[in-house]
């Protein structure tokens, strides 16, 4: 079983190398190889489904993550091309890469244009575009300026793969220890680089999105402010997740109260879920929506009214059937914008 700090600290080594992954997607491959069998738990499934539009777009997307880590919990066995069928029959438009899942080093050396074309073309197959790519770099606030730029650096290369991967967002995550600096020092340290980050996104035309969890260093309300007050860059946002945002603010089933302190307008994208308000595996409990605690609707309002436009991704993290949760969340938000078209 992988927990959130195993996670974390596998993508560091597995984004040391130049990827190959993209070839097993090439045509003929074992895993572009579609047996047409549908994935199992599929009850309540609508084959008819189709992304809900309105004038403000909400593009309903899912992470590869949620896949991964119920694998590595739950046993469980999710073949690629079943899931990204599922993705298709239920009406999604994107999905969250992530650097180990269906296998590792699956981010691949942006100079490959061949491979990066392959790994396209594979999720195009099934009407889907890769919208984010999840990494992680606990150097980024190191105590050392030098370690500090050798992230920028890594980064640098991630969103040009990210770019050219057809992503038009970035998520983050600052997970570590301080490494001897105090809480305000690594503050400022995880600044300096959010500005890097800043102007490299914004010359690669992304959107970087930041996500603290609770038992991360940065771990409150005013933790997140002050690193997107610090960065002061319109393209260096946060990630909304009310299972973290709900921990963070005493577990009451009411992130959005946190939502509104950030700011819907500095929100990148979504990983929506619910939660118990409890921890699991290492960071907060993920549920399907309506099986928690959370005010979902409560959420979805003050997104609304806050003119959030953009994707709307569900993360299944460690969710013994993402199926499940995909699908809850899908149909609450498609039930939520019925009664709320612009």
């Not at 597995?14 to 190889?33: D, E, H, K």
């Not at 999905?95 to 180990?100: A, C, Q, S, Y």
């Not at 296998?103 to 594979?122: C, Q, T, W």
């Not at 699908?327 to 914008?337: D, N």
């Amino acid at each position: 079983m992988k927990n959130r700090r195993a996670f974390l600290r596998d993508f560091a080594a597995a984004t040391g190398a130049a990827a190959s992954a993209a070839t097993i997607f090439a045509p003929g491959s074992a895993l572009a190889q579609s047996p047409g069998t549908e994935p199992s738990p599929r009850s309540n499934s609508n084959s008819n489904s189709k992304t809900f539009c309105n004038q403000r777009r909400w593009r309903l997307a899912f992470g590869l993550n949620g896949y991964e880590s119920s694998e590595n919990s739950f046993k469980n066995s999710f073949p690629i091309w079943e899931v990204l069928e599922f993705a298709q029959r239920e009406g999604f438009e994107g999905i969250e890469m992530v650097p180990n899942w269906p296998h590792k080093d699956m981010y691949v050396n942006p100079a490959d244009e061949a491979k990066i074309n392959s790994l396209r073309g594979f999720f195009a197959r099934y009407n889907l575009k890769i919208f984010s790519i999840q990494t992680f770099g606990p150097e980024s606030f190191s105590s050392s300026r030098a370690v500090r730029e050798g992230w920028v650096k890594r980064f640098t290369e991630l969103a040009r793969f990210a770019r050219k991967a057809g992503c038009e967002c970035m998520g983050f995550w600052p997970g570590g220890d301080a490494g001897g600096q105090t809480i305000d020092q690594a503050i400022q340290s995880l600044v300096w680089s959010l500005r890097e980050m800043g102007k490299v996104v914004a010359d690669e035309g992304l959107v970087l999105g930041m996500e603290i969890e609770p038992p991360f260093l940065f771990n409150k309300t005013e933790h997140m402010l002050r690193l997107l007050d610090g960065a002061d860059h319109p393209r260096v946002k946060a990630i909304y997740d009310p299972s973290h945002f709900d921990v963070m603010t005493g577990s009451r089933g009411k992130p959005h109260e946190m939502l509104a302190r950030v700011g819907v307008d500095r929100i990148a994208y979504m990983q929506f879920t619910d939660s118990d308000g409890t921890l699991f595996h290492g960071t907060s409990k993920h549920l399907p929506c309506g099986d928690g605690h959370v005010d979902i609707r409560a959420s979805l309002e003050m997104l609304w009214r806050g003119g959030f436009d953009g994707w709307f991704m569900f993360d299944a993290w460690d969710t013994q059937n993402p199926y499940d949760a995909c699908r809850k969340g899908r149909l609450a938000v498609e039930a939520f914008l019925a009664t709320h078209r612009s």
